[in-house]
């Protein structure tokens, strides 16, 4: 299966600062879907934006999807210690929901 | 949130040993589940979609008769690493989608499963 391309594949900021994750996919989505995963943990599902829509915010998330352009992007503001994790785009094949296909993934370190 | 656990969350076994890995919907009922796999600071490549009640449906590549999988309830599913050998170490992620009143449902993932093979 074809993966979708992240970018930066690490991204290092101050505590405070705001991270940009980006995002680009091959095939035609139903839906988009941003997930993180603490090291050696499981994912969380953060948020999901489908094909119709061009941006959603959660809380300190906002997210971006182009369609025409075939990528999607993440913005996490004022961010935070915690905020430390890898970052992964998925999207949604088909009308099989919940067969997703990941991103390569963004390590964000967020320093304090 | 809905909850998925699985077991064991880390296990290390000699080559040529077989591993059974479950998963396990806890609050809700899951007719369907997926199994991922992920290398050390990679992706997650899904393995298969398990359907309870009837076979899975494997990925490209995926080896069926290597990576058994059994979805005898709505709340279990189960990934046997058959013969296993050091280059099936990896972290194995299953997730669960609830059965919903109306609409496609959310997605819960498991905490993962880290196999060791020696």
């Known amino acids: 299966s074809q993966q979708g391309e992240e970018d930066p594949q690490a991204l290092s900021i101050q505590e405070g600062e705001n991270a940009t994750m980006n995002c680009s996919y091959k095939t035609s989505i139903n839906n988009l879907q941003w997930y993180r995963q603490n090291s050696g943990r499981g994912l969380v599902h953060l948020i999901l934006i489908r094909s119709n829509e061009r941006e959603k915010h959660s809380g300190r998330l906002r997210v971006t999807l182009d369609t025409s352009k075939k990528s999607s992007s993440l913005l996490i503001t004022a961010s935070r210690a915690a905020d430390t994790a890898s970052y992964f785009c998925?999207?949604?094949?088909?009308?099989?929901?919940?067969?997703?296909?990941f991103g390569q993934g963004t390590i964000l370190t967020v320093h304090p | 949130g809905a909850v998925v656990s699985q077991h064991p969350s880390w296990v290390i076994c000699k080559s040529g040993t077989s591993v059974k890995i479950e998963c396990r919907s806890l609050d809700f009922q899951a007719t369907t589940m997926f199994w991922y796999r992920q290398f050390p600071k990679q992706s997650l490549m899904l393995m298969a979609t398990?359907?309870?009640?009837?076979?899975?449906?494997?990925e490209q590549g995926v080896e069926k008769d290597k990576f058994l999988i059994n979805h005898a309830s709505l709340t279990l599913s189960t990934l046997t690493v058959t013969s296993a050998h050091p280059e099936d170490s990896s972290f194995y992620i299953c997730s669960a989608r609830d059965i919903p009143v109306q609409g496609a449902g959310e997605l819960f993932f498991g905490e993962g499963s880290r196999l060791t093979v020696l």
């Open positions: 398990s359907n309870e009640g009837s076979k899975a449906t494997y």
């Open positions: 998925a999207s949604g094949r088909g009308t099989s929901y919940g067969k997703l296909t």
